[in-house]
């Protein structure tokens, strides 16, 4: 069980951190006549916000490998998932998501912005931002649908990938109970990658010119807050 605690922990860290990024200054907006942020204010939330929802969405993949592991190699899996590989994987992930926020940030802020800079959204993203360009967008949305595929689709194939395998061994468990309990060790991972992944692919993948302010608020709202308030109270329910 302690790799998955230690995953979990790392989970817990990045929800708290993804919402405490955004959050606190939508409610002060909320109740604020003055509703302004700073270009280094935004500039550092975005870049924040990138990096912890792109290690988040690694993270994933990292604990579907877990689970992976724990049911179809159990005897082996103290030995496979030792607390140095542990680490490296989490190490990777923010790695990957520092390096990938990076270029998103860059992209953006490189362009001209001509004003009126009143932001349509409750936070400095990414395509809530570009909308404020006078400059030529197409390539920072050719850049977005190649990182989007790159950060999105394939961890979302190595999830595909780990239960692929874990269901051909649940099926293969002779015990109705076995199969049951292991098919319930994976619906809380199941769950908040689908809140988590759905929302974020489908703005983020989304061609800049056909993106609605108001829809890509809802799913902003959804993936940023409302997926960070059930993850707890889903992992809780099933650990």
């Known amino acids: 069980h302690q790799p998955m605690y230690l995953l979990l922990r790392v989970l817990s860290m990045l929800d708290m951190s993804y919402v405490t990024t955004t959050v606190p200054q939508m409610l002060v907006h909320l109740v604020s006549r003055k509703k302004t942020i700073s270009y280094f204010g935004c500039v550092t939330q975005m870049f924040t916000f990138l990096v912890l929802g ?23 899996y103290k030995v496979i998932m030792s607390p140095w590989l542990c ?4 190490v990777f992930c923010g790695l990957w998501g520092v390096s990938c926020s990076l270029v998103y940030v860059v992209f953006t802020m490189r362009l001209p912005y001509c004003g009126p800079n009143e932001i349509n ?32 689709l394939v961890p979302l194939s190595f999830i595909l990938a780990s239960y692929i395998r874990i269901f051909a061994t649940i099926l293969t468990t002779p015990s109705t109970q076995g199969r049951l309990k292991a098919f319930s060790t994976c619906t809380s991972h199941i769950t908040v990658v689908t809140m988590f992944c759905g929302p974020a692919m489908f703005m983020y993948m989304n ?13 902003a709202l959804f993936y940023n807050v409302i997926s960070a308030f059930l993850n707890p109270i889903v992992y809780r329910i099933k650990t």
Do not use: Q
């Not at 609605?212 to 608020?217: A, I, L, N």
């Open 87 to 90: 680490g490296a994987m989490v």
């Open 121 to 152: 959204h409750f936070f400095c993203e990414v395509p809530a931002v570009l909308k404020l360009t006078c400059a030529d967008t197409s390539l920072n949305d050719r850049v977005d649908f190649i990182l989007g595929f790159i950060l999105l």
């Open 54 to 76: 792109i290690t988040e969405g690694w993270l994933f993949s990292v604990m579907a490998y877990d689970r992976y592991v724990a049911i179809c190699h159990p005897l082996r």
């Open 207 to 219: 061609p800049g010119a056909d993106a609605s302010p108001e829809r890509d608020k809802k799913l």
